[in-house]
């Protein structure tokens, strides 16, 4: 349980043994005195309890951050190099207990969170090797009395919102980078899952980065829209950095608009993944299964529509029902456990809603289909529906729940029309053994990433993101810190 005097937070988790971490969290001071509970999808329970931040709070952390940057900014990328390395060495160190905390709070099967800790871990340890490798540049100049000189310098303070399906990797992967390059920032995690938010800060603090360089804030779900308004319209800070869903993504996108604000947007996607006929089946199910069913499908690359070609439609979908069918649900924290429970019942209602509106409109079942409330309130089974039209929710929408809709398709050219055909373009997959199609396909998907022969394609060396409505920018990679970047150009002139 978490439990707070009125000044400083002290965090205590139950059935969780942070022995290497000094749980007094000076960073949260509570004026107001408001809390919300936290709560663990699989029963309902209470995990912890936070502060339910006023505005004014808010804007205190923001002003301090402001006034750490400037201090910040001028230490040299070995220095923070050095403190993201010791930051991911504690995160290494706690990673186990971390992952129970994360477990708890998301939802999210065991074994699972240990695969997203070492995930959200790897992207402190990329940012720590890419701090130093932030170049300038010497532009020959046109004239032979003046040089061109080019710099990168950190935007500022920048403000990070990030979702609930991945609490750990979501901060880690902006904020690592934000830092390597010399910004400060302000995290707003999820109403759902602030515990790893808190942990993660406070391990970052331990390894020697201010605590006004790195802050976090918790507010309840009804004051996100505030937040995000505050980061958006602040003088104080330069950038943004969120991950959500589109809708809330255009509105940020719109507020930053009259501020000439940076913006990173990670948002929703609708990933088609293709199987043709020269696909291996045994390698196209394993995949498949991956890019759907991890996190109970909850994730923004989750595959959403399944394009099969009619020559292996039979084989692979019931090769996929039957690997399905063994999936286990349940208590996440039982190791053997594959499926845990949506997140709250605004998403349980959501993929009831999709479901039903399929089948009323001609979708067959192959598999499940309904709630599994004998196992939990938020429970979904998993579910395969063939017979999918364009009408049906599951075939325009982001499901983001255990559901495989299948599509049906004889040519090459009918399913890069039916993947193309929507909005969102965050990821796609395919599966081929036709070395030709695989590179004719990859490069015809409107999508920021391709998956070949390959449902999890995420990792700290890759660039993440999107185009058309799925986002812009990019995480991970040589590229995210660009994200936090601006470029500085000196004209040195008067030379012989």
């Known amino acids: 349980m978490l439990s707070y005097c009125s000044k400083t937070v002290i965090l205590s988790c139950k059935n969780s043994n942070f022995k290497n971490i000094q749980l007094i969290n000076k960073q949260i001071r509570l004026y107001s005195g408001s809390t919300f509970d936290v709560l663990n999808p699989v029963n309902g329970t209470v995990v912890g309890t936070v502060p339910d931040m006023t505005i004014d709070e808010i804007k205190e952390k923001v002003e301090k951050a402001s006034d750490a940057h400037h201090e910040w900014k001028l230490t040299t990328a070995k220095h923070r190099a050095g403190l993201l390395r010791k930051w991911f060495n504690l995160l290494e160190q706690n990673s186990a207990d971390i992952a129970k905390t994360l477990s708890k709070e998301a939802g999210k099967p065991f074994n699972e969170a240990v695969g997203e800790v070492a995930y959200g871990n790897s992207f402190v340890e990329w940012s720590s090797e890419e701090a130093r490798t932030v170049l300038g540049q010497i532009i020959p100049s046109p004239y032979k009395s003046k040089k061109i000189l080019v710099e990168k310098h950190p935007i500022g303070v920048v403000g990070i919102i990030t979702p609930w399906n991945f609490p750990h990797a979501m901060i880690t992967r902006k904020a690592g980078a934000a830092l390597a390059a010399g910004c400060t920032c302000v995290i707003k995690p999820a109403a759902e899952t602030p515990l790893t938010a808190i942990t993660l800060t406070q391990l970052a603090h331990e390894a020697g980065i201010p605590e006004n360089v790195m802050n976090v804030v918790t507010v309840n779900v009804n004051k ?146 309904k709630a599994a409330t004998h196992i939990g309130q938020l429970f979904y089974e998993p579910t395969i529906l063939a017979d999918i039209k364009p009408d049906m929710k599951v075939y325009n929408e982001e499901i983001f729940g255990p559901v495989v809709p299948l599509i049906q398709f004889k040519k090459e050219e009918e399913a890069i029309k039916i993947a193309n055909s929507t909005m969102a373009g965050l990821a796609g997959y395919l599966c081929s053994s036709d070395v030709n199609q695989i590179f004719r396909v990859s490069k015809l998907l409107e999508t920021g990433m391709v998956g070949i022969n390959e449902g999890l394609i995420s990792m700290a060396e890759a660039p993440f993101g999107g185009i058309k409505d799925s986002g812009i920018g990019r995480e991970g990679s040589i590229y995210g810190i660009d994200e936090f970047l601006y470029v500085k150009y000196y004209c040195l002139g008067g030379l012989d």
């Open 224 to 369: 996100a829209s505030q937040v995000g308004t505050l980061f958006c319209t602040s003088p104080l800070i330069a950038g943004i950095s969120f991950t959500g869903s589109t809708v809330v993504g255009k509105i940020l996108y719109r507020l930053c608009a009259d501020h000439v604000k940076r913006i990173s947007l990670e948002l929703g996607g609708n990933a088609p993944f293709i199987i043709f006929d020269s696909a291996d089946i045994d390698k196209a199910v394993e995949a498949a299964l991956v890019a759907k069913f991890r996190n109970c499908g909850q994730t923004c690359v989750a595959a959403n529509r399944f394009l099969v070609q009619s020559g292996i439609y039979d084989k692979f979908v019931a090769a996929l029902t039957e690997k399905v069918k063994k999936l286990r649900m349940g208590d996440v924290s039982q190791p053997d456990v594959q499926l845990g429970p949506l997140i709250n019942s605004k998403q349980f209602n959501t993929v009831t809603r999709f479901v039903e509106d399929a089948i009323s409109k001609g979708a067959k079942v192959l598999l499940g289909g």
